[in-house]
Each structure stands twice: as structure tokens, then as C-alpha cells.
């Protein structure tokens, strides 16, 4: 693992075919198939990850969304993109009663990706936001659904990106990504 010229990627891991990147920076800057929002059940776009998707993408987004809501805790929706680099934006909805929902919400995420036959998608630290998730228990179990994902992957499936916004977030998940 280390800085990639190709992706811009500080960290990378390879399984099955699939590079599993982690990166420092916006996700609403990302241009892979699909980025992913950390939602609320109302699938509403306030702050954070999701005002930073509605401020970038358009208010398109929010009114789709919000369109195929309310959606229950540890599911996921997808909408287009408005005027982001992406496709898709899936909206996972992971705030509720902590790390249960983050796997759910990044199960339903990946469920979703494949039903969209997706080759690359970007994610977010899910639930660490409002929802106050631990970032160290966030990152356990997030990288272990993206390597089961990685390793039962539909042939589509080429890259999970990791977006994290702080310095301090990356090197948590480089740790948990070196242990796995």
C-alpha cells in the first residue's frame, strides 16, 4: 500500500481484483460510478456528507430522494447525481442506534451497487457524524463488508473507495485496512 499516481490514492489494497482505496478528500468531488450519501431515513441533505453531496450535486438530488422515502435505519436507496462527477448517489441510511446500523446501511449500500452492476463506487465513513459512531468501529466494519464484497464481487466490480475527510479518519482506516 501507498500513494498511487493513477488514482490519487494514499492507500490501496487489492482482493480478488478489486482495489480497495482510501483516500483523503471531499466525496462530493469523487468521480466513480456511484457516491454514497450518509443519509437519515428521511433521506433530507443537511450537513455534513450530505449537505456537501446537495451543495455540489443540486437540490435534484434531495427532491428525488426524499421522493423514495422514508426508507427504515440500515437500508438504501439510489437516486442520480445531479451535477456531480458521478452516476449515482446511494443513500444509506445509517443513523440510528450505532454500529448495527452502519453494517446494514453498508450492506444495503453494496446490495445496491450490485444491482446496478456498478465497476466503482466511493463511500463515506457511514454513522460517524450525527450518529456518533466510534470512527475505529466504523472502519472494522465497513472494511470487512468491502472485503466480502471484494471477494464475492460481480464481475463489474473494479474499485471501493473510502473518502475520508480528516487526516486522523484516514489513518484509522489505513490501520483497520492493514489488520483485515
Known amino acids: 500500500m501507498g500513494s498511487d499516481a493513477r488514482t490519487g490514492a494514499v492507500y490501496e489494497k487489492t482482493i480478488h481484483g478489486v482495489r480497495i482505496t482510501l483516500v483523503r478528500g471531499d466525496i462530493a468531488e469523487q468521480a466513480t460510478d456511484a457516491v454514497v450519501n450518509a443519509a437519515n431515513n428521511q433521506l433530507w441533505m443537511g450537513s455534513g456528507v450530505a449537505g456537501a453531496i446537495k ?8 427532491e428525488e430522494a426524499v421522493g423514495k422515502g422514508p426508507i427504515r435505519v440500515g437500508e438504501a436507496v439510489t437516486t442520480g447525481a445531479g451535477r456531480l462527477k458521478a452516476r449515482y448517489v446511494i443513500h444509506a441510511a445509517a443513523m440510528g442506534d450505532g454500529p448495527t446500523d452502519v453494517t446494514g446501511a453498508t450492506r444495503a449500500t453494496f446490495a445496491e ?3 446496478l452492476r456498478l465497476a466503482s463506487l466511493s463511500l463515506p465513513a457511514l454513522g460517524t ?5 466510534p470512527i475505529d468501529e466504523c ?3 465497513m472494511l470487512s463488508i468491502a472485503i466480502k464484497t471484494a471477494k464475492a464481487a460481480w464481475r463489474e466490480l473494479k474499485e471501493i473507495r ?3 475527510w480528516t487526516e486522523q ?6 490501520r483497520a485496512l492493514e489488520g483485515l
Open 55 to 62: 451543495r455540489k450535486g443540486g437540490g435534484v438530488i434531495e
Open 113 to 115: 451497487a450490485r444491482r
Open 129 to 133: 457524524g450525527v450518529a456518533g459512531v
Open 139 to 141: 472502519a472494522g466494519m
Open 162 to 164: 473510502f473518502v475520508l
Open 169 to 174: 479518519d484516514l489513518d484509522v482506516f489505513r
